[in-house]
């Protein structure tokens, strides 16, 4: 409950700002008015196209349980624990151990796992990272997801343009020009901050969520120490704005990947792997 609480008051603030951005830029009330309608348009399509633009971002295609047997059967394992229906099936072939689920809603789900993280994981360990992607879906934490990216990419978009407007629109009479150079500088770092502490909490929340649904914590710490591993040592060039879908992060082993905490997509491995031993030991 307090993760979802922290996410919804995160959603809150990125909408604010954008709406703030309006107030400061269009002239007030108006303004606001304006730019909270286009983060409703993003949302908007956020909700219809994520999925799709995730799918074809990772290069993923939809497999059979002809082709493959035994992702099919993990995953209708763990989706008969839950209430959910069982969601499609992708594969992107690649070397490097990651997977990540997307779709609008649980109806619409989609799981993808890479051929590395298939011939890394034992049936177990991969049960355990199916049930976190499960646990993204029935969080909605997918649709969450793309909306902060949306609302923190338009942030970023529009703080641009104002740059070039206030650069190139010639000399303005403004008591605000320091106010919203402050806003072009600052607000597009606190949009991005914001993005990545919501795709943290619910990174633990899935972790929680999927080690509930399969009353194994362990297999999921264990297979996230392994795709940790395995991550670093074979990184995935993918699209950054795509890496916080993953349930690790593609990206660790590139150079000038090491982030701060507050520039991470993911939380720190370590403190996952803690987390699910200690829901382990206390019995969750």
């Given at each position: 409950?307090?993760?979802?609480a922290k ?32 983060a409703a348009?993003f ?14 971002m ?6 059979t ?29 690649n ?31 991969l ?10 879906v ?77 009353h ?8 996230l ?17 795509a ?26 491995i ?14 969750y």
């Amino acid at each position: 409950m307090a993760a979802t609480a922290k996410t919804l008051l995160l959603m809150g603030v990125l909408t604010g700002l954008l709406g703030g951005l309006g107030f400061l830029f269009l002239g007030g009330l108006p303004g606001l008015i304006f730019f909270v309608g286009l983060a409703a348009v993003f949302n908007l399509f956020a909700y219809w196209k994520s999925d799709s633009l995730a799918l074809r971002m990772a290069g993923a295609h939809e497999v059979t349980p002809e082709q493959e047997p035994r992702l099919h059967r993990i995953v209708e394992e763990v989706t008969s624990l839950t209430a959910l229906p069982k969601p499609r099936v992708y594969v992107v072939d690649n070397p490097s151990p990651n997977a990540f689920a997307t779709g609008r809603n649980p109806q619409h789900a989609v799981v993808a796992a890479t051929t590395g993280i298939m011939s890394l994981l034992d049936d177990r360990e991969l049960k355990g990272v199916i049930a976190h992607e499960l646990g993204h879906v029935g969080n909605r934490d997918i649709l969450i997801g793309a909306i902060a990216a949306i609302l923190a990419g338009a942030i970023a978009w529009i703080t641009q343009s104002m740059m070039f407007g206030m650069m190139f629109g010639g000399r303005r009479n403004n008591d605000n020009t320091l106010l919203a150079l402050l806003a072009i500088v600052l607000m597009p770092i606190a949009a991005s901050i914001i993005q990545l502490s919501i795709s943290r909490t619910r990174e633990y929340e899935a972790d929680r969520s999927g080690a509930r649904t399969t009353h194994d914590p362990d297999a999921l710490a264990d297979a996230l120490a392994k795709l940790d591993q395995g991550a670093r040592m074979r990184p995935m060039q993918v699209n950054p704005a795509a890496a916080h879908m993953y349930i690790v992060n593609p990206l660790a082993g590139l150079k000038g990947a090491n982030f701060s905490g507050l520039f991470s997509t993911h939380p720190p491995i370590e403190e996952r792997i803690k987390r699910l031993r200690e829901m382990a030991r206390s019995g969750y």
